[in-house]
């Protein structure tokens, strides 16, 4: 056996050892009981340490530097110079980090989960606050740990979104907000009226599950190696490319929350589905740095495929004219008299709404925006936890118009920081933006496109995304498979400029002011 190949071995087992606690992540928060949570963060606690200590071990060391000389003069574009040149990235960062913290961060998770679940049922901050302020705590020494040059909310990005500032970041936002605001205001002052009232009748659960499956099989999303779950917040989870597992929650009276969720978790299975065969268990399915298993190159990738299949195609209008009539199969009752154009717009339609999962897309980025603004007062301590929920409603009527009417509804409504996900929010619009690139760029390429996904056909599209990004893995960044594929960097006018076609037709407002 090479050195590559003991490298490669070695890694495999790391690989493993995050399978096996991203396992437990989505029992935890699938099916376990309540009373599990506190040794359920003991377990997740060990195996963060572990596999934290083998990454940094010696025993890594000396297997990279031997891979690192085997593999010296060749393509520096093959998958072996580029698994070593990751694991050496991993290697360096994981190094500057404790395993303390990583424990301690794995241990607080669960029980903090549990706690933000419970306060968001019974509207109590206050019974998850104690668990924010341990997490928020524990993110600033990881911050302090990894280290940063201008803001400490750069570490946090460093885990996300790695080729971003705090300032690269608002920036972008700023550019956004600047997009989108016109937008909203056409839209506000147009006399477009659009009916909805079908969508408040009750919506069977089964027939949501089983509509969203069929589509997502259509998607191609492969039950036999992936299945789907309900939980508090959707969301998605591998265990390696074989078995990638979804979830979504329901709404009996709000039938699209659950169908766009199963279509966005359906955007991320196929990410990590469509890894090449070759990188399973190898560094390039490895995520070195955040104490979890994820086969894409970062999390605002990720996003981008999960917005990607969500909106640009499940909330298009080609999409709805193709599929309505399977819709209205499950729900005859419900949609009888309801054309296709109906539901697309109405479940298109712009409205005020302090939730974000569900939120229009113009609305959207300004969710996140907010959140971004927060967490960085938070890691740099301007605002403390105790005073979230305030600063939380006064954000929401500066950027939304509307104060929520609850906690739940409001600051608890999330389970990202229960989670110490920090630094991950600014990916679901970085997410945005790389979409329509990535979807421009596939027009482009794929010759006939519209046409297949005017008829559902997703293969040409779901080839071309494999082929591009999903079968590398980590072998490239983000911006090099922007560069890659669109010969061009990070730019918001292709998604701003989708977002006003398509709004400016849905309220006949009339075009650019």
């Known amino acids: 056996?090479?050195?590559?190949?003991?490298?490669?071995?070695?890694?495999?087992?790391?690989?493993?050892?995050?399978?096996?606690?991203?396992?437990?992540?989505?029992?935890?928060?699938?099916?376990?009981?309540?009373?599990?949570?506190?040794?359920?963060?003991?377990?997740?606690?060990?195996?963060?340490?572990?596999?934290?200590?083998?990454?940094?071990?010696?025993?890594?060391?000396?297997?990279l530097e031997r891979a690192e000389s085997e593999v010296v003069g060749e393509d520096p574009d093959s998958y072996r110079v580029r698994s070593v040149r990751h694991a050496r990235h991993g290697y360096e960062m994981a190094r500057r980090i404790p395993s303390g913290i990583i424990g301690d961060i794995g241990d607080c998770k669960v029980v903090a989960q549990q706690a933000w679940a419970e306060a968001r049922e019974h509207n109590d901050f206050d019974q998850f606050a104690p668990h924010l302020e341990r997490m928020v705590s524990l993110n600033r020494d990881l911050a302090?740990?990894?280290?940063?040059?201008?803001?400490?909310?750069?570490?946090?990005?460093?885990?996300?979104?790695?080729?971003?500032?705090?300032?690269?970041?608002?920036?972008?936002?700023?550019?956004?907000?600047?997009?989108?605001?016109?937008?909203?205001?056409?839209?506000?002052?147009?006399?477009?009226?659009?009916?909805?009232?079908?969508?408040?009748?009750?919506?069977?659960?089964?027939?949501?599950?089983?509509?969203?499956?069929?589509?997502?099989?259509?998607f191609g999303y492969d039950l036999e190696r992936g299945r789907l779950d309900e939980s508090p917040h959707p969301f998605m989870i591998s265990f390696t490319r074989q078995d990638v597992r979804i979830t979504t929650r329901y709404d009996l009276r709000r039938p699209q929350s659950a169908i766009f969720g199963i279509l966005h978790e359906t955007g991320h299975a196929l990410y990590e589905q469509g890894l090449d065969p070759t990188l399973t268990r190898g560094a390039l399915a490895c995520d070195f740095v955040r104490p979890y298993a994820i086969n894409g190159t970062s999390i605002s990738l990720q996003e981008s495929q999960s917005r990607l299949w969500e909106t640009l195609v499940g909330r298009s209008r080609s999409f709805w004219q193709c599929h309505f009539s399977r819709l209205a199969d499950y729900f005859p009752g419900q949609l009888r008299g309801v054309e296709w154009e109906d539901f697309y717009r109405a479940t298109n339609q712009v409205e005020s709404s302090p939730v974000r999962l569900g939120a229009?897309?113009?609305?959207?980025?300004?969710?996140?925006?907010?959140?971004?603004?927060?967490?960085?007062?938070?890691?740099?301590?301007?605002?403390?936890?105790?005073?979230?929920?305030?600063?939380?409603?006064?954000?929401?009527?500066?950027?939304?118009?509307?104060?929520?009417?609850?906690?739940?509804?409001?600051?608890?409504?999330?389970?990202h920081w229960s989670t110490g996900y920090f630094g991950s929010f600014p990916t679901y619009s970085l997410g945005n933006v790389m979409a329509a690139q990535f979807f421009e760029a596939a027009h482009r390429s794929v010759p006939g496109l519209d046409d297949a996904l005017a008829v559902g056909d997703y293969r040409p599209l779901l080839s071309?995304?494999?082929?591009?990004?999903?079968?590398?893995?980590?072998?490239?960044?983000?911006?090099e498979l922007l560069q890659r594929t669109t010969g061009a960097g990070l730019q918001t006018r292709p998604y701003l400029t989708y977002l006003e076609k398509k709004y400016d037709e849905i309220y006949a407002c009339g075009g650019r002011s």
């Open 464 to 479: 071309w995304l494999t082929e591009n990004i999903y079968r590398h893995g980590h072998a490239y960044s983000a911006t």
């Open 144 to 218: 302090d740990a990894i280290g940063y040059s201008e803001h400490p909310y750069d570490a946090m990005l460093a885990l996300y979104v790695p080729e971003m500032t705090t300032s690269s970041l608002l920036d972008l936002l700023a550019e956004l907000k600047a997009g989108v605001l016109p937008l909203l205001e056409r839209i506000e002052h147009s006399d477009t009226r659009i009916p909805d009232e079908f969508l408040s009748q009750e919506y069977p659960v089964d027939r949501q599950r089983a509509f969203g499956m069929d589509i997502a099989r259509r």
């Open 1 to 63: 056996m090479g050195a590559f190949e003991e490298f490669e071995e070695y890694v495999g087992e790391i690989n493993d050892l995050l399978c096996v606690g991203c396992v437990l992540i989505w029992d935890f928060r699938t099916q376990m009981p309540s009373g599990g949570a506190l040794t359920r963060g003991c377990q997740l606690a060990t195996i963060n340490r572990l596999v934290h200590e083998r990454i940094v071990s010696d025993n890594m060391r000396r297997r």
């Open 360 to 415: 229009d897309e113009i609305a959207y980025n300004l969710h996140i925006l907010l959140r971004v603004e927060i967490e960085v007062a938070l890691m740099e301590g301007s605002l403390e936890v105790a005073e979230l929920p305030e600063a939380w409603n006064a954000k929401t009527k500066e950027y939304l118009g509307i104060t929520p009417a609850t906690d739940s509804e409001g600051v608890l409504q999330d389970m």
